[in-house]
């Protein structure tokens, strides 16, 4: 059976999610498609709860205006309107709550937007240089969809790959990492230092052992609740392209989870009432292929701030590389290289040799060390915005994704207050 629709967009990560949202608010049919049963990606589905990349390292001043500060507010973190936050990577403290947020924000598109949960896009149709259709399978069986525009926020780029789009993959991808969560833990009188240098201790046993491959910190933190621990520690390298590759690596993560946390139970003060709550759903993903766009951004164009008239979204984070090895009390190795506020232009979401699709997220056309930095949360979202806005204004236009440059959907972004920010 095939669907129709004017705008396809398929994962309804951070990129996928604010791109959906963009086009049906400006006049689009969108169906958003996604693997999970919620919206939210590494947010919801891994559980990493920073808004990276929201504002400035150096000043604190909003970067990504538009959809991702309109979720960090309706998240209950700040006011609609902030100009500055108190910190460049601020937390939001319930992914239970944001799972419902993205629901709702869906559904008040009424018949403009629509959204398919459990869905998994397996494999494209091509006629020519365009996308004719995508086919996904679900509890309705195989079914193809048909778009004008189709948005991959996949992650992985897969749309890209199986349309036939050059690609960028380094042979060596950045380790994958299991966040999980403890109840019932009573910090030490020392605070969080004291009980990081304690789980240190465990971890560099444990790997010392052989029970522990990788590790890095090991961090954890009470975003959550005040006697509750979310880590971020799990490292795991792999490749999340090769199915077989990434069922290892989440069984690998759920081990070396509980290796983590039966070592902290047994040796470290105030885990001695603790319980394990969960490991998220999904493993998180840093680095897979990428699109070999019609720009590359580089490295250098981050440290030297090069400005770009196709601007459509503003990067902030450091170049976040982390390394197949164990890094204790730090999650990279060497000196962190820390750009000035800088753009992304319109030309990075859009693949070479086929017309109807643009890309966003992490596997937008970049170097490594660039997507080390544009890869994270309200980056990825403002990248969606463009390609939403991107797409509606094709729609509207009738016009390819090559026809407006970028400028024209800068200047849309401009329009509504969520363009990319200069900070001098």
């Not at 990560?13 to 400006?26: P, Q, V, Y």
């Not at 397996?122 to 006629?127: I, P």
């Not at 004719?132 to 926020?153: F, H, M, P, W």
């Not at 799990?234 to 070396?256: F, S």
């Amino acid at each position: 059976m095939a669907i129709s629709t004017e705008v396809l967009v398929c994962g309804a990560g951070c990129a996928g999610l604010t791109a959906a949202l963009a086009a049906a608010r400006n006049g689009a049919k969108v169906l958003l498609v996604e693997r999970a049963g919620f919206a939210g990606g590494i947010i919801t589905c891994v559980g990493l709860s920073f808004f990276d990349g929201i504002a400035d390292y150096y000043t604190k001043k909003v970067v990504t205006p538009g959809i991702p500060l309109e979720l960090f507010s309706k998240s209950g973190e700040c006011a609609p309107d902030a100009k500055k936050l108190h910190s460049h990577n601020p937390e939001i403290h319930n992914v239970e709550r944001f799972k419902h947020l993205a629901d709702t924000l869906i559904l008040a598109e009424g018949s403009k937007l629509k959204a398919l949960y459990h869905s998994f896009i397996c494999g494209v149709k091509m006629k020519g240089d365009r996308i004719s259709a995508v086919r996904v399978a679900n509890k309705d069986g195989l079914n193809d969809i048909e778009a004008r525009v189709v948005i991959d926020c996949t992650g992985d780029g897969d749309l890209a790959a199986w349309s036939g789009a050059p690609l960028l993959k380094m042979p060596s991808l950045q380790p994958m990492t299991m966040h999980w969560r403890v109840g019932n833990v009573t910090i030490p009188p020392g605070g969080m230092t004291e009980l990081h240098r304690l789980m240190k201790v465990e971890c560099e046993a444990a790997h010392a052992a052989g029970e522990l491959p990788f590790f890095y910190g090991p961090w954890a933190g009470t975003s959550f609740a005040p006697n509750e621990l979310r880590f971020h520690c799990i490292r795991v390298p792999g490749d999340a392209t090769n199915a077989e590759d990434l069922t290892r690596a989440e069984m690998q993560g759920r081990k070396d989870c509980w290796t983590m946390y039966e070592r902290f139970k047994k040796n470290v003060p105030g885990f001695e009432k603790a319980y394990f709550i969960c490991t998220f759903p999904y493993i998180g993903i840093r680095e897979t292929r990428r699109i070999d766009g019609e720009y590359v951004l580089t490295e250098d164009d981050l440290m030297k701030c090069t400005r770009f008239d196709d601007a459509i979204a503003t990067g902030t984070w450091y170049m976040d590389v982390h390394p197949n090895a164990v890094t204790v009390d730090a999650a990279n190795i060497g000196k962190k290289l820390q750009p000035r506020a800088y753009d992304i232009p319109y030309r990075t979401l859009l693949p070479r040799n086929v017309d109807n699709l643009l890309v966003a997220g992490r596997c937008h056309s970049a170097t490594p060390m660039a997507s080390a930095s544009t890869r994270v949360n309200c980056t990825a979202m403002a990248m969606g915005q463009a390609a939403g806005y991107a797409a509606a204004l094709a729609i509207r236009n009738g016009t390819d994704l090559r026809d407006h440059d970028g400028v024209k959907v800068r200047e849309m972004l401009d329009a509504s207050g969520a363009g990319p920010v200069r900070i001098d």
